[in-house]
């Protein structure tokens, strides 16, 4: 396609990403591939089967699944008319309303528990700032359909193998539990009474919070109200046997895998939709943005949403988080290179070398070719050609020269220090040589 220069004299003004969210060039997004991969391959050992669900679904999903008086409900949806019907729908804030809805619409507990997980973009309107952005990805596992506290336990223990894997260290589980709505209930009677009594301490969203969802005041990050949120009536000490009991089941379990954790009954987390054990991962190396993954059990969200009750539990990390930290604390080099790097001297020889090229990447062989980023002026000389095959970090240049193609050959020559000899090989049984382009690293 030839662009007319005439006719675009006036430089039309960047585009540029909508702030908050953000582009993963590479070669950074060699590492996210990685981090995936070390996921699917974690969730095979545990069973947990992969479900991906739609980015937009009805608000009215969010409101009603994760409570109307929520920091994300309140004021960080991305919600908009579908202006050809009218449907009212948002941008998906997180993910285990719509795996419910999911699961519910298609009936996929009629024959017992599932264990999923997924991975994917979120939006929340926040405030962009390092570990917090507009889109930012999580990745979650649930398991719905299970009612005992074993199912807890094996949530944290898998995202606790995680880290371990990555090796990540100075990553703290604190837990908590929140009983049953009857317990709750009691509390929080208490709690609004605690409140009332020093009123004057309450910050506006405080204020606003006392009737409507006194408990998440408890989970308030302004300093100023720490004091008060420390001595406030504890959610534990009206917990029930048998709340209790599995609370006891779930730390018994995580103490004989010698998983550290610690009790923290402020811990409320910002969604309504939880009951019985909450927790969090938190570490001391990413500022404020301290939470890395955060879950717990929500036993009625699935009747919520219109589902026969049953009860389930999850989490979900945040993967900038994550690898944010994994670049704190060890350098993951990862490099995204060829094994082959072909050299084509004469643009007549690009037809034979890219048959070639076809068969060496349907025989496995990762290759990249030159092509000059200049048009009309040729492939370039070998010596720049070169220069890109070293630093496309190939092990191996592929040199499709005259001579050798004329006898139906090319050149094989290592790029690395300690490589053999060059050596010239036939085109037509690339099939017998392939396999000695292998990656040396
Ligand atoms: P926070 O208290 O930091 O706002 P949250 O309680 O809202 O977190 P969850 O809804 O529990 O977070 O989401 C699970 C995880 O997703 C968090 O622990 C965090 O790692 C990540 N996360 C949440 N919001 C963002 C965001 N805006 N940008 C990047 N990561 C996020
Ligand atoms: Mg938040």
Redesign the pocket.
Known sequence: MSIDKERISVKPERILAVKGMNDILPPESAQWEWFENKIRSLMDRYAYRNIRTPIVEPSALFIRGLGEVT??VEKEMYSFEDKLNGEQLTLR??STAGVVRAVVEHSLLYDGGKRLYYMGP?Y?H?RPQR????Q???IGAEALGFPGAEMDAELILLADALWQELGLKDVQLEINSLGEPDERKAHRAALIAYLEGNVGLLDEEAKRRLYSNPLRIL?T?NPNMQALVENAPRLIDFLGEKSLAHFNSVKAILDMNGVAWKFNPRLV???DYYNLTVF?FVTHQLGS?G?????GRYDYLIEQIGGRPAPAVG????????LELLKEQRSVQLQSAPVAYAIVPDAAALPVAMALLQKLRGLGVSVQMHSPAVRGEGMGSMKSQFKKADASGAQYALVFGADELARGGVIVKPLRDGGSQQVEHSIDHVADWAGTLQSIT
Do not use: N, S
């Open positions: 920091d994300i804030p997180e979120m929340r926040e570990g917090r952005y507009r930012f990805h999580q989970d990050k987390r910002g969604m969090e943005q939470t890395i993954c955060g879950g989490w979900a990390l945040g993967v900038e988080r994550v």
